[in-house]
């Protein structure tokens, strides 16, 4: 079963769908999508130097984003500049860091468009090992953090009162992170990573009354966005990972309250054929009887 | 359960004592050389002109942040309940009170007790955005109590609501401090109604300008010379008289006769 590449990257695309819909979550509550953005884009760094020490590229990628959070944290403390500032300059300086630092490999050729979108159909077995164990090592963690980490996210100084020792659960999400971006890179590549933690929860919100449910939610909208994605790119022959990227963002738009206004004119009798609105002038007629 | 406790508990127990507390900021003294003794069943409250150090000082005794001098001492296996000021909640996180409430490991019962004992029963399954910045300050004390706290910390509980709706809230607090049998701290900017319904008082600017009995404290001559003498008057003259009440919603409802 395993020799079919669509079947590999069917179950690549929903392990790493799984553990992204929740983890997201906690990316939009927190309000961390830049932050995310930033190490995401630091995993190209990891990447070059995966080659440069010869060992694993999933393995230097979850390195890179941790080192790349903790001089992020660090620096944040420090208050030189404005954080989105700070965000923005430590994200495009890690890419072109990571750039040039494989331009100098001249006997590697790295596909550089692999990295950057994604090669989900090109998944190994290997690769799926590392997937499927990384995304269940990070979605174990992050059962084992919700409620204090949930706790944090709606007061941090309320939570640290009350015994929940924040700095460590802070700590552990940002290596969780770490751990979803390395596993996503093969799938969407780095610089999709972000939507496939943002998109889900955003079309999760809507139906969700608790924070469960919308990690739930958040899981089954990235795993439906994985499969539209695959079959379409089969069907036209369109890049894999956008095209994953893609039916999240079309499910995202189906799901706004938009929407909604637009799926009721549709079924309904054409516009001109409507009659005049009765309660938009409810006394203007009845002044000249 | 809390008949045990007031049984086990001694009257007038030390809670916690703070001596010679000292915070720099970049050189600046926040907090210089503050002594301060909280007690059990004992309501302090803390006051002083803005930018005074007096939230510095809620986060030293918090344990949000080190001291650069002094030592606080607490009683051993004390219980802090915390309410902070209202927090902003992101509209994306789908949050009941009652699922806020439980993230402080309370159970199913104890919450809805507790949210009856504050009178905000009726936003249970309110989402946290949803309720009024009243019920947010009843939700967050019932998080406090639901702690079973030794100590009731409150920062400015009453800001940014009505001047009914303050009163209510530290009638609320007084009540609960009796009935749990607690020392509660508060930071205040309520002038008329600190003097009113404090047992004690600490001025705070920078250091401790004065403290002690509502009565001493508004005599003091740092006191006055911070607040002027109009403030030294006010604590007199507050009595608050109505011929009827609000409850909660906002509905009137008729005074209680024996004035709980």
């Given at each position: 079963?395993?020799?079919?590449?669509?079947?590999?990257?069917?179950?690549?695309?929903i392990?790493?769908?799984?553990?992204?819909?929740?983890?997201?979550?906690?990316?939009?509550?927190?309000?961390?999508?830049?932050?995310?953005?930033?190490m995401?884009?630091?995993?190209?760094?990891?990447?070059?130097?995966a080659?440069l020490?010869?060992?694993n590229?999933?393995l230097?990628?979850?390195?890179?984003?941790?080192v790349?959070?903790?001089?992020?944290l660090?620096?944040?403390?420090?208050?030189v500049?404005?954080?989105?500032?700070l965000?923005?300059?430590?994200?495009?300086?890690?890419?072109a860091?990571?750039?040039?630092?494989?331009?100098f490999?001249?006997?590697?050729?790295?596909?550089?468009?692999?990295?950057?979108?994604?090669?989900?159909?090109?998944?190994?077995?290997?690769?799926l090992?590392?997937?499927?164990?990384?995304?269940?090592?990070?979605?174990?963690?992050?059962?084992?953090?919700?409620?204090?980490?949930?706790?944090?996210?709606?007061?941090?100084?309320?939570?640290?009162?009350?015994?929940?020792?924040?700095?460590?659960?802070?700590a552990?999400?940002v290596?969780?992170?770490?751990?979803v971006?390395?596993?996503?890179?093969?799938?969407?590549?780095?610089?999709?990573?972000?939507?496939?933690l943002?998109?889900?929860?955003?079309?999760?919100?809507?139906?969700?009354?608790?924070?469960?449910?919308?990690?739930?939610v958040?899981?089954?909208?990235?795993?439906?966005?994985?499969?539209?994605?695959?079959?379409a790119?089969?069907a036209?022959?369109?890049?894999?990972?956008?095209?994953?990227?893609t039916?999240?963002?079309?499910?995202?738009?189906a799901?706004?309250?938009?929407?909604g206004?637009?799926?009721?004119?549709?079924?309904r009798?054409?516009?001109?054929?409507?009659p005049?609105?009765?309660?938009?002038?409810p006394?203007?007629?009845?002044?000249?009887? | 359960?809390?008949?045990?406790?007031?049984?086990r508990?001694?009257?007038?127990?030390?809670?916690?004592?703070?001596?010679?507390l000292?915070?720099?900021?970049?050189?600046?003294?926040?907090?210089?050389?503050?002594?301060?003794?909280?007690?059990?069943g004992?309501?302090?409250?803390?006051?002083g002109?803005n930018?005074?150090?007096?939230t510095?000082?809620?986060r030293?005794?918090?344990?949000?942040?080190?001291?650069?001098?002094?030592?606080i001492?607490?009683a051993?296996?004390?219980?802090?309940g915390?309410?902070?000021?209202?927090m902003?909640?992101?509209?994306?996180?789908?949050?009941?009170?009652?699922?806020?409430?439980s993230?402080?490991?309370?159970?199913r019962?104890?919450?809805a007790?507790?949210?009856?004992?504050?009178?905000?029963?009726?936003?249970?399954?309110?989402?946290?955005?949803?309720?009024?910045?009243?019920?947010?300050?009843?939700?967050?004390?019932?998080?406090?109590?639901l702690?079973?706290?030794?100590?009731?910390?409150?920062?400015?509980?009453?800001?940014?609501?009505d001047?009914n709706?303050?009163?209510?809230?530290?009638?609320?607090i007084?009540t609960?401090?009796?009935a749990r049998?607690?020392g509660?701290?508060?930071?205040?900017?309520?002038?008329?109604v600190?003097m009113?319904?404090?047992?004690?008082?600490?001025c705070?600017?920078?250091?401790?300008?004065?403290?002690?009995?509502?009565?001493?404290?508004?005599?003091?001559?740092?006191?006055?010379?911070?607040?002027?003498?109009?403030?030294?008057?006010?604590?007199?003259?507050?009595?608050?008289?109505?011929?009827?009440?609000?409850?909660?919603?906002?509905e009137?409802?008729?005074?209680?006769?024996?004035?709980?």
């Amino acid at each position: 079963m395993l020799d079919d590449f669509v079947t590999r990257a069917l179950i690549a695309g929903i392990g790493v769908a799984l553990v992204a819909g929740p983890l997201g979550c906690f990316i939009v509550w927190r309000r961390m999508a830049f932050f995310g953005a930033t190490m995401s884009h630091a995993a190209l760094l990891g990447v070059s130097l995966a080659f440069l020490l010869n060992i694993n590229v999933t393995l230097g990628i979850a390195v890179a984003c941790v080192v790349t959070a903790g001089v992020l944290l660090s620096l944040t403390r420090l208050k030189v500049v404005p954080i989105d500032t700070l965000l923005g300059l430590l994200a495009h300086a890690s890419l072109a860091l990571g750039l040039v630092a494989i331009s100098f490999q001249e006997t590697l050729r790295i596909d550089l468009l692999s990295l950057l979108f994604g090669d989900i159909l090109s998944v190994s077995r290997g690769d799926l090992g590392w997937i499927l164990g990384g995304g269940a090592a990070a979605l174990a963690a992050l059962a084992l953090i919700w409620r204090p980490l949930l706790s944090a996210t709606v007061h941090e100084e309320l939570a640290q009162v009350e015994g929940v020792r924040v700095r460590l659960v802070q700590a552990a999400f940002v290596l969780i992170m770490a751990v979803v971006v390395a596993i996503a890179m093969k799938i969407v590549g780095l610089l999709l990573i972000i939507s496939m933690l943002l998109i889900p929860p955003a079309v999760a919100r809507r139906f969700a009354t608790t924070p469960e449910i919308m990690a739930a939610v958040a899981a089954l909208v990235g795993v439906l966005s994985v499969f539209g994605g695959i079959e379409a790119s089969l069907a036209w022959d369109t890049p894999a990972g956008p095209s994953i990227v893609t039916a999240a963002t079309a499910l995202f738009a189906a799901s706004l309250p938009l929407a909604g206004v637009i799926w009721h004119r549709v079924l309904r009798k054409p516009a001109h054929l409507d009659p005049p609105h009765g309660h938009a002038h409810p006394h203007s007629h009845h002044h000249h009887h | 359960m809390n008949v045990a406790l007031h049984h086990r508990a001694e009257r007038h127990e030390v809670l916690v004592k703070a001596h010679g507390l000292t915070k720099h900021y970049g050189g600046q003294a926040v907090l210089d050389g503050v002594d301060l003794t909280l007690k059990r069943g004992e309501l302090t409250t803390l006051i002083g002109p803005n930018g005074a150090g007096k939230t510095t000082l809620l986060r030293l005794l918090l344990g949000l942040e080190k001291p650069s001098a002094g030592a606080i001492s607490a009683a051993t296996g004390l219980r802090i309940g915390y309410v902070p000021q209202p927090m902003h909640v992101d509209e994306s996180l789908p949050i009941t009170v009652r699922r806020f409430l439980s993230l402080g490991g309370a159970s199913r019962d104890a919450i809805a007790e507790t949210l009856r004992d504050v009178g905000a029963s009726h936003v249970l399954n309110a989402p946290l955005q949803s309720i009024s910045g009243g019920e947010m300050r009843r939700v967050l004390l019932a998080r406090a109590l639901l702690r079973q706290p030794d100590l009731l910390v409150l920062d400015e509980p009453t800001a940014g609501v009505d001047l009914n709706g303050q009163a209510e809230l530290y009638e609320l607090i007084d009540t609960m401090r009796h009935a749990r049998h607690c020392g509660v701290l508060m930071v205040s900017h309520d002038l008329h109604v600190v003097m009113a319904a404090t047992d004690h008082v600490v001025c705070l600017n920078h250091h401790v300008c004065c403290s002690g009995t509502p009565d001493l404290v508004t005599e003091h001559p740092e006191y006055i010379a911070l607040f002027g003498v109009k403030a030294a008057q006010t604590h007199a003259v507050y009595t608050h008289t109505h011929d009827h009440a609000h409850d909660v919603s906002g509905e009137v409802v008729p005074l209680a006769k024996d004035g709980s």
